[in-house]
């Protein structure tokens, strides 16, 4: 049946509240603190406002019980509102629903909706372009299994014990990548930064951010390694970009894709070309980690720095060392600004900065050791990556199976209902 039937009121919170935003407000929940896969209230990044008065907002009040919908992105995350939760309410892209509790429970509705029915429904229902979105209606309508009302208990109770085991799993993967990420810069650091011969004599580099480094490796400026650049582009190369996470791009990155925020001039005349072997830096997030070395002939933004190399330089090797945490917090000192994301490195701060260089034979030992090494944490996290997909996929089975009595759960034993979804 529809959750209709069994609905006291179905409603959406007001719009305007952020202008209410307020440290000493009542808790205000966003489909950000609706768990997806997960029936379950996220109160860890949680928002307060300041409540109006009048009815407009004792009406999206929540009460321990109701049922949580989010009606426009994340679509199908839903959460159920646990006992005890202090005064909150819901802004307006969270649908909130409060049954009679004569057929449908709360829990038994929420993992409904996490089911294949609900997830089925809530995609056909969704419209818009960029911004999809459910109306009252879609949620009011949603078909709903109805089991006896003590069954629905039972079959909630044991999907909650056996889901939670299914999450601890999926947080035991999640803390391993990122372990894994946490070894992968630990190791690349120490190649960058002392060499790969452990026992190499070492000496006193007198940088501060680098310590000891190998007797035999010698000190430089940037300056003394690569000179700006600052050549115009042409309309058939392609326009680049630098990732944080993965340096410069070998190919134009369709507009869709882009890291938030980041934007294209129309006039390709006002980027820079870069050729293979470049080092290019985002001026505003170099104290992110923001460089990359350049593979493929092409263009980047006005707003990055290109230097080219004056020398023989494995420049892979400069990157590598240009984005462990301690030349990270470098690049920090010597960017100017007021706050975090204003702060801006320039090329004239940028080239002073002094780094310890091995021979070239060594620096292309390194970065092949470093490639390597990454291939292999990279296989290992995705190993853990498909082992959390597949965990997701059994909890959406197993739900699904439960809430649509495929699986009589009173007469299986935990191990064989999970074995009735595989």
Same mark, same amino acid.
């Given at each position: 049946?529809p959750l209709?039937?069994?609905l006291d009121?179905?409603?959406?919170?007001?719009?305007?509240w952020a202008?209410n935003?307020?440290?000493?407000g009542?808790?205000?929940?966003?489909?950000?603190n609706?768990t997806?896969?997960?029936?379950?209230?996220?109160l860890t990044?949680?928002?307060? $406002?300041?409540v109006p008065d009048?009815?407009?907002?004792?009406?999206?009040?929540?009460?321990?019980?109701?049922?949580?919908?989010?009606?426009t992105?994340?679509?199908?995350?839903?959460?159920v $509102?646990?006992?005890?939760l !202090?005064?909150a309410?819901?802004?307006?892209?969270v649908?909130?629903?409060?049954?009679?509790?004569? @057929?449908? #429970?709360?829990?038994?509705?929420?993992?409904?909706?996490l089911?294949?029915v609900?997830?089925a429904?809530f995609g056909?229902?969704?419209?818009?372009?960029?911004?999809?979105q459910?109306?009252?209606?879609?949620?009011r309508?949603?078909? #709903?299994?109805v089991?006896? $009302?003590?069954?629905?208990?039972?079959?909630?109770?044991?999907?909650?014990?056996?889901?939670a085991k299914?999450?601890?799993?999926?947080?035991?993967q @999640?803390?391993?990548m990122e372990?894994?990420?946490?070894?992968?810069?630990?190791?690349?650091?120490?190649?960058?930064?002392?060499?790969?011969?452990?026992?190499a %004599?070492?000496? %006193?580099s007198g940088?501060e951010?680098?310590g000891?480094?190998? /007797?035999h490796?010698?000190? &430089?400026r940037?300056?003394n390694?690569?000179?700006? $650049?600052?050549?115009?582009? #042409?309309?058939?190369?392609?326009?680049?970009?630098v990732?944080?996470?993965h340096?410069?791009?070998?190919?134009?990155i369709?507009?869709?894709e882009?890291?938030?925020k980041?934007?294209?001039?129309?006039?390709?005349?006002?980027?820079?070309?870069?050729?293979p072997?470049?080092?290019?830096? &985002?001026m505003m997030?170099?104290?992110?980690?923001?460089? =990359?070395?350049v593979?493929?002939?092409?263009?980047v933004?006005?707003?990055?720095?290109?230097a080219r190399?004056?020398?023989?330089?494995k420049?892979a090797?400069?990157?590598?060392?240009? @984005?462990?945490?301690? /030349?990270? !917090?470098?690049m @920090?000192?010597?960017?100017? =600004?007021?706050t975090?994301?204003?702060?801006?490195?320039?090329w004239?701060?940028?080239k &002073?900065?002094r780094?310890?260089?091995?021979?070239?034979?060594?620096?292309?030992?390194i970065?092949?050791?470093?490639?390597e090494?990454?291939?292999?944490?990279?296989?290992?996290?995705?190993e853990?990556?498909e082992?959390?997909?597949l965990l997701?996929?059994?909890?959406?089975a197993?739900i699904?199976?439960?809430?649509?009595?495929?699986?009589d759960?009173? *007469?299986?034993?935990?191990?064989?209902?999970?074995? *009735?979804t #595989?």
């Open positions: 049946m209709k039937r069994d009121f179905l409603t959406s919170g007001s719009r305007g202008e935003y307020s440290d000493e009542e808790l205000f929940i966003r489909i950000t609706l997806r896969g997960s029936i379950g209230l996220d990044d949680i928002q307060r $406002v300041a009048g009815a407009e907002g004792s009406r999206t009040k929540v009460r321990s019980g109701d049922v949580l919908f989010s009606i992105a994340y679509l199908g995350s839903v959460a $509102v646990p006992d005890a !202090e005064s309410y819901v802004s307006q892209h649908a909130l629903a409060r049954f009679h509790q004569l @057929r449908l #429970t709360s829990k038994w509705v929420g993992f409904v909706a089911s294949v609900g997830q429904w056909m229902k969704s419209y818009g372009g960029t911004k999809i459910l109306s009252l209606d879609d949620v309508d949603l078909p #709903t299994p089991a006896p $009302v003590d069954e629905q208990r039972a079959i909630a109770a044991f999907l909650d014990r056996e889901t299914i999450d601890e799993l999926v947080a035991e @999640r803390r391993l372990l894994l990420k946490e070894k992968r810069q630990a190791v690349i650091s120490h190649a960058v930064m002392k060499g790969l011969n452990p026992d %004599p070492m000496k %006193p940088i951010w680098l000891e480094v190998p /007797a490796w010698e000190f &430089n940037i300056a390694v690569f000179r700006e $650049v600052g050549e115009p582009g #042409t309309a058939e190369l392609p326009i680049l970009s990732s944080i996470h340096g410069v791009s070998d190919k134009e369709a507009e869709d882009l890291e938030r980041v934007t294209r001039s129309d006039d390709r005349s006002k980027y820079k070309q870069v050729s072997g470049d080092l290019v830096y &985002n997030r170099a104290w992110q980690g923001g460089f =990359g070395t593979t493929v002939m092409g263009m933004s006005p707003a990055y720095v290109v190399p004056l020398k023989m330089v420049t090797y400069i990157e590598h060392l240009l @984005r462990t945490p301690q /030349a990270i !917090e470098q @920090r000192r010597h960017s100017r =600004g007021v975090d994301f204003r702060l801006r490195l320039y004239d701060e940028f &002073n900065i780094v310890a260089l091995p021979p070239i034979e060594e620096t292309t030992a970065c092949a050791k470093i490639s090494l990454e291939e292999r944490f990279s296989a290992m996290s995705a853990s990556a082992s959390i997909r997701q996929e059994r909890r959406t197993l699904s199976a439960a809430v649509t009595g495929q699986i759960v009173r *007469a299986l034993s935990p191990t064989k209902a999970m074995e *009735a #595989t």
